[in-house]
């Protein structure tokens, strides 16, 4: 199996409980077609940088997943199909999908972090 990236831009209008049904429905379009799934990412709504069908803004979805090369073309067709898919993306990853080192705060962050602690503690001992 492969491991592909997709970005699609949902319809702006899409919020709450509609957003996430329309996430499901694109997660499940995958599952039914033996794709696993590694990540689904909601970016939120942004900007676009011109029109697309007569919508000025999109909610985009990064979705990484493992599948076949012909589940790609069945996945796409249904996204041309979808009504509330304003434009789609799928990339394929030659390297697969690495999951980002969590991040850690810098040194220097954390000297600061320690400073205010300490300034802190100092203003509420002269206060007491």
């Keep these: 199996m492969r491991t592909y990236e997709s970005i699609v831009i949902l ?10 049904e329309s996430v499901e429905k694109l997660k499940g379009l995958l599952e039914q077609q033996q794709a696993e799934i ?9 900007k676009l940088a011109y029109l697309v069908k007569k919508q000025a803004r999109g909610t985009y ?18 996204l041309r ?12 990853l030659e390297e697969g999908y690495v999951e980002p080192p969590a991040e850690a ?10 400073a205010e602690k300490k300034a ?3 203003e509420a001992q002269a206060d007491a």
């Design 38 to 46: 590694l990540k689904v990412d909601n970016w939120g709504t942004k």
């Design 11 to 20: 319809h702006p209008e899409l919020a709450g409980d509609e957003l996430t």
């Design 105 to 114: 705060k810098a040194p220097e962050a954390a000297e600061q972090d320690e």
């Design 61 to 78: 979805v990064l979705m990484i997943y493992k599948a076949e090369a012909d589940v790609i073309a069945e996945f796409e067709r249904r």
């Design 81 to 92: 199909i979808d009504e509330t898919v304003l434009k789609f993306q799928t990339i394929y």
């Design 120 to 122: 802190a503690d100092e």
